[in-house]
Nanobody
Framework: QVQLVESGGGLVQAGGSLRLSCAAS????????MGWYRQAPGEQRELVATITSDGTTNYADSVKGRFTISRENAKNTVYLQMNSLKPEDTAVYYCNLLFSLLRGKSNSWGQGTQVTVSS
């Protein structure tokens, strides 16, 4: 059973910064992908950024140059540094952990943390 606990959301003015953290616990493969997704009211959940266990990153075009994803493998923790925040970044941000099992995949989500950017 994998658990993900997020922290770091909040209210910030446009142009400000926030840092999200997500700590994973449980039985976790050392080869995995951790990521952040977000969902705004009335919208579908969308990819923000992902990072593999060997450090390969992927970003949504809308956040490139403003957000940075990083991780500490020893702590099974992923971070999302968000700079130059815009009102359109307002959403619930979800942490995700994905890895392969002997049969199938383990795909886990955190409970979500609210990020609100005021104009």
């Amino acid at each position: 059973q994998v658990q993900l606990v997020e922290s770091g959301g909040g209210l910030v003015q446009a142009g400000g910064s926030l840092r999200l953290s997500c700590a994973a616990s449980g039985s976790i493969s050392s080869r995995n992908v951790m990521g952040w997704y977000r969902q705004a009211p009335g919208e579908q959940r969308e990819l923000v950024a992902t990072i593999t266990s060997d450090g390969t990153t992927n970003y949504a075009d809308s956040v490139k140059g403003r957000f940075t994803i990083s991780r500490e493998n020893a702590k099974n923790t992923v971070y999302l540094q968000m700079n130059s925040l815009k009102p359109e970044d307002t959403a619930v941000y979800y942490c995700n952990l994905l890895f392969s099992l002997l049969r199938g995949k383990s795909n886990s989500w955190g409970q979500g943390t609210q990020v609100t950017v005021s104009s």
